[in-house]
T-cell receptor, first 115, second 113 residues
């Protein structure tokens, strides 16, 4: 069965600090997809990234970067030089190739960036 | 571009009353559609998804039902609400192929009194 764990329930950092949000997943499929979403206080979920299981190349988008390591079943998300606007709940999610409509979300990590 | 509309934004209902939440998508055809519930401070729980008109898959047996009367319309219903139905309900869509990113509406905050 598929499962996503985000062990960090809440993280607080001071503006300009770097912060890494952890995501560990479980799946029996060899083909699967990993996602990160941001949920700001307004409530809507914003899609950030999708990564498939055959692409272990790390990705950088501005201040955001993602580290995918199949050996440890992790897909961690780092925000560099955090800003107050980064304050949100961040969700990691997994979908298996054969059950592509069924996303399993982690419990989320609440990030507070203090000025 | 594609947009998703979900309403109402907030709803307060008494126990035992019916429920109808509506979601529509614009700018795409034959999307996959989803209903999620998020309890306070918790993650997302997939309730229903649909790959086409009249096709509904239920992930969690419960007091709720879903319908898709039109290609880009997805409705969440209940005949009799329970206190435990309180939560934040999110509608989402994705392209019709599998494993595509889901894009979410603004959500409906439902309080049951």
């Amino acid at each position: 069965a598929q499962k996503v764990t985000q062990a960090q329930t809440e993280i607080s950092v001071v503006e300009k600090e770097d912060v890494t949000l952890d995501c560990v997943y479980e799946t029996r499929d060899t083909t699967y997809y990993l996602f990160w979403y941001k949920q700001p206080p307004s409530g809507e979920l914003v899609f950030l990234i999708r990564r498939n299981s055959f692409d272990e190349q790390n990705e950088i988008s501005g201040r955001y970067s993602w580290n995918f390591q199949k050996s440890t079943s992790s897909f961690n998300f780092t925000i560099t030089a955090s800003q107050v606007v980064d304050s949100a709940v961040y969700f990691c999610a997994l979908s298996e190739a054969d059950y592509g409509q069924n996303f399993v979300f982690g419990p989320g990590t609440r990030l507070s960036v203090l000025p | 571009s594609q947009t998703i509309h979900q309403w109402p934004a907030t709803l307060v209902q008494p126990v035992g009353s019916p429920l109808s939440l509506e979601c529509t998508v614009e700018g795409t055809s034959n999307p996959n559609l989803y209903w999620y519930r998020q309890a306070a401070g918790r993650g997302l729980q997939l309730l229903f998804y649909s790959v086409g008109i009249g096709q509904i898959s239920s992930e969690v047996p419960q007091n709720l039902s879903a319908s898709r009367p039109q290609d880009r319309q997805f409705i969440l219903s209940s005949k009799k609400l329970l206190l435990s139905d309180s939560g934040f309900y999110l509608c989402a869509w994705s392209e019709g192929t599998q494993n595509q990113p889901q894009h979410f509406g603004d959500g409906t905050r439902l309080s049951i009194l």
